[in-house]
């Protein structure tokens, strides 16, 4: 096995996490989110949002969600197709 498929297999593995423990993953962030602005007084609301919506952002991309349709963009083949 080279490195090459070494690394996509890891890769595989991360999607396969995220996807399992996408609301677990979701819901810490966001009570990492909302500690981290009680903790700063609020002085850095707008950033902790913005990194929380990334951050969300970054977990769907890994784990689209089981109702999406298959071939929609942002799906593991990529095509874009949409199925009727």
């Given at each position: 096995m080279g490195f090459s498929d070494r690394l996509k297999e890891l890769g595989d593995r991360a999607k396969n996490a995220a996807a399992d423990n996408k609301d677990r993953i979701s819901s810490a962030v966001e009570s990492a989110g909302a500690i981290a602005d009680q903790r700063t007084g609020g002085k850095y609301s707008d950033k902790i949002a913005k990194a929380t919506e990334?951050?969300?952002?970054?977990?769907d991309r890994l784990a689209p969600s089981q109702d999406t349709e298959a071939g929609a963009p942002g799906q593991p083949d990529g095509s874009g197709a949409t199925q009727a």
């Open positions: 990334k951050t969300g952002a970054i977990v």
